[in-house]
C-alpha cells in the first residue's frame, strides 16, 4: 500500500480508529472528545462509528480521567484517555506517577496496566503561562510508563498504534501547533512503529543535532540554513523520552564529535541536562566541545507575542548553538 | 435478610479474630524492628470489613486504603501470605515489595491496598467501568475512610460514577479520625454518607444515599452492605458509611494528643469481637467451647503464618527489578 500525505491530525485519528476496530477493549475517554469531536478534532466522528459506550465524554476531572483509565486498564479493558493538554496533567500527576506507572510493580506484577494518555503540548500560542507548558520530560523521570513525543505524521500514527497494543502504560504527547503538519504515512492498519527507538531525520558530518517534538521542526529550519554556510547537521530525532534511545546519539556523536540539544522545555533538569550527562560519561573520548543546550527561557511564558517568542526556542537560536561548536 | 446460618456466624467470627490476633502480632514484631515503614492497625474495626466483605460474590471486587490487612484476611488471603509480606519476604502477596499498606491479590479479586488517602477511589470508578462494559454482573466495593471523604478523588470518583451508573459501593469505614483530626475539625457534613446527596437528583436518579450503619454490629454492616451491593448492581452506585472506631494509634507510635483515654475505653468495652460474641452464645446455647477453639486457632494460625514469614527468603535484586514493566 502506498504512503499518502496526511496530517499528524489525521494520522492521530487513523490509529485511534484502527486500533478501536481491531480490538473492542480499546475505547477513548475524556473532556469532549464526544459529542464536541475532540478538542483538537483527532477524534472527530468517533462518536457515530463507534457509539456512546466506547467514546465517552466525561466531566472536567483529570485526577478520575487518568484514575479510573487506570482502574479500568488493571480489569482488563485498553482505554485510551484524553487529557486536553498537558497542564491539565498536573492535576492528574498523583494518578499517573503513583498509580499508572507503579501499581504493576508494586503489586509484583499481579496487575497489567495496558492504557494511553493523549495529551497535547507546547506553547507559542499567547496563552499565558499557565497554558504553555511544555513538561513532558517531568513524566519521563518515572519508570513504569513510557513517554511518546512524535514529531511528525508518520512517526505520530505508528507511535500511537505501537501504545496502544502495549501492554505497559504511554503517556502520548502531542504538540497543539504541529497537528497540521503534513507527511507520508503507510495506510496499511498493521503499521506499528518499535517503542523506544530513536531516528535519525537527517544525515550530517559536522555537528549532532538531539530534539524531539516542536524541537525537530525547529532544528530541520535550523539544519537547511546551517547547509548554506557549509554546516551538515544530523538530526536525532528521540521519539521517546522513556525508554530513551541515545544510541544512535552516541553513533553520531563519533563522527560529529559536536552535540546541540534542542527541546521546548524549560531547561534546568531537562532533556538537555540528561543527554549532556550521559554524552560526557559514554563519548568523553570523542568529544571536541561542550554539549550545547537550546531550551526555552527558564521564565514563565507570557502572553504578549513578541516577548513569548522571544522565550521559546527557534531556528536561529539553533543556529548560534551550533556555530558556538563547530 | 435471611438470617445467616450458624456456620457463617462463627466463620466471622473466626475472622474477627484471626484479623485481631494478627494485629497484634504485627505490632509486636514492628516493636521488635521485624515490620518496618509504617503500619496501620485494623483493631477495632474488624466487624465492618468482615461484615462488608462477606456480602460479596466471589467474582465481585473489593479495593481499599493502606488500612488493608483486615479486608485482606476477610477476603481470604492467606494469613502466611499477608504475614511474609509484612517482613518483607519474597513469598509475601506482592512478593515483598508492597508492604503493609499495599497489599493485594488479583486472584480473589482484592485489587489491593493503597497508600495515596483517596488514590484508589477513581480506580474502583475503572474496575467498575470494565465490568459494566463488557456486561459482567459484577459488583466493586471500595471502602476509605472518613479522611478520604475530604479529598478531591472523592469527588471525582463519585460524581464520575453517578454519571455512569458504575457498580460501586462506596463505603466510608469512619472511624472519626483521619490521623489526628476528628471528622467535625475535618468535614463541612458530620453524617458524612448526607455527601451522596452532592451526586444524586430528586427523583432518585445518581448516587444513592444510602444508610449510616452501626460498623460495630458484624450483622448490621452485613445486611446493610448486602443490600447496598444489590443496589449497585440493579441501579448504580450507593454511598454507605459505617460508624467505627480504630482502638490503637493511627500507625505505630501515635501519641494520641487529640483523644483521651476515657474516650478510647469507652469503645473498647463495646468492641465488635466482644459484642458479637456475646450475640452467638445467646443465640447458640453452649457455644463457648466452640469459640474457645476458634480463639486457640487464630493464635495458632497467627503463630504459623509467623514462623513462616520469618522462615521465607528475602528478595533478590531480581525481584528488585522485576515487574518494572511488561517484559
Ligand atoms: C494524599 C495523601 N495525603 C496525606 C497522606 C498522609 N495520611 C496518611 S493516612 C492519613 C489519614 C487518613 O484518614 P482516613 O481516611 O480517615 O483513614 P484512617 O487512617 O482513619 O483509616 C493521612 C493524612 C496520604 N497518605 N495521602
Ligand atoms: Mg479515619
Redesign the interface.
Known sequence: MADRPITIREALSAALREEMQRDERV?IMGEEVGVWGGTYAVTRGFLDEFGA?RV?D??I?E??I????????????R?VAELMTINFAFLAL??IV??MAK??????????VPMVIRTTTGGGKQLGATHSHAPEVLFAHF??MYVAVPGTAYDAKGMLKASIR???PVLFVEHSTMLQRRSPVPDDPDFVLPIGKSDIKREGDDVTIVTFGKGLEWSMAAAEQLEKDGIEAEIVDLRWLRPLDLEPVFESFKKTNRCVVVEESLPMFSVGAEVAAQLQNEMFDYMDAPVKRVAAMDNPLPYSREIELMALPDAQKIVAAVKEVV | MATPKKDTLLDWYRQMVLIRRFEERCAELYQQGLIGGFLHLYIGQEATGVGAVAALREND?VITAYRDHGIALARGLDPKAVMAEMLGKRTGV?????GSM?L???ERHF??G?G?VG?????????????Q??EKDEVVLALMGDGATNI??FH??L??SA??KLPVVWLIENNQYGMGTSVERASGAKELVRRALAYSSEDGSGMKMGPRIDGMDVLAVHDAVSEAIEHARKHGPILIESLTYRLEGHSMGDPQRYRTKEEVESFVESGPIGRFRQVLIDKYKGVESTLDKIDEEALQAVEDAVEFAQNSEDPTYE?LI?????D
Open positions: 475505547f459506550k465517552r466525561t466531566p476531572a485526577m478520575v487518568a484514575g479510573s483509565a487506570v482502574g479500568a486498564a488493571m480489569a482488563g479493558l482505554p498523583d494518578a503513583n498509580h501499581v504493576r510493580y508494586m503489586f509484583n506484577g499481579q496487575f497489567t519508570p513504569g502495549d501492554d505497559n | 471486587h506482592s512478593g515483598g515489595k508492597g499495599h493485594a491479590d488479583r485489587w489491593g493503597y495515596i488514590g484508589h477511589l477513581p480506580l474502583a470508578a475503572g474496575i467498575a467501568l470494565a465490568a462494559y463488557e478531591g478523588y471525582e470518583s460524581n464520575l454519571v455512569w525481584d522485576s515487574h518494572v514493566y511488561v
